[in-house]
């Protein structure tokens, strides 16, 4: 059995949105990618006002390609109005025990649509937009490998990294096409 505390703070907000969006807003990211590559050919390769302004908005998407994450980050620190919660974790071989504001949910691990993981935490995604921060810091017993290798073992699912469309590599491509396939066996078999 594994325990874990987390206490949310705004920069937790705004990691765990930026993670979500790196990890499964892949064609939001895909289209801004597209609009800024053509109005950056058009405003560089043309002449005239309306290509030099395609210019501009094609620079302007190219910076704002991560503004649909701290877009959605902002909105949650505002609703949250300075009340940021705290939540503990038991991890036990049948179910995820979380606690938070008073209220004890369980879930079972073949709920878990994703894992990530990087430096300081695991994500655990309930599906594409909601997910919860196991900090590693507070895990107890101590031991990210162990750790990984549990959550592997009852989800059916790999840990990935939360590295943007643009940073995955090979390994992670396949590692989410298995991941795809293990979420429709899990459906197709419930």
């Not at 560089?44 to 309306?50: K, L, V």
């Not at 109005?81 to 939540?87: D, H, I, L, R, V």
């Not at 994500?123 to 997910?131: A, K, V």
């Amino acid at each position: 059995m594994y325990t874990a505390q987390m206490v949310h703070s705004a920069d937790t907000f705004r990691r765990l949105a930026k993670v979500q969006y790196n990890a499964y807003c892949a064609p939001t990211k895909i289209g801004l990618v597209l609009i800024a590559a053509v109005c950056l050919y058009v405003g560089a390769f043309y002449s005239g006002f309306a290509p030099k302004l395609l210019l501009l908005v094609g620079c302007w998407v190219a910076v704002s390609i991560q503004l649909p994450a701290r877009r959605n980050a902002e909105r949650l620190i505002e609703l949250a109005g300075g009340e940021f919660p705290s939540t503990a974790y038991r991890f036990s071989e049948d179910a995820l025990r979380i606690e938070s504001g008073g209220e004890t949910r369980e879930l079972k691990y073949d709920q878990i649509y994703g894992l990530l993981e990087d430096g300081a935490y695991f994500y655990l995604f309930l599906n594409r937009l909601s997910g919860y921060m196991v900090p590693k810091s507070t895990l107890s017993p101590a031991g990210d490998a162990a750790f990984r290798s549990f959550l592997e073992t009852q989800t059916g699912l790999g840990t990935e990294s939360p590295r943007g469309l643009l940073a995955t590599g090979l390994r992670g491509i396949l590692l989410r096409r298995r991941n795809a396939r293990a979420r429709r066996a899990r459906n197709t078999s419930s």
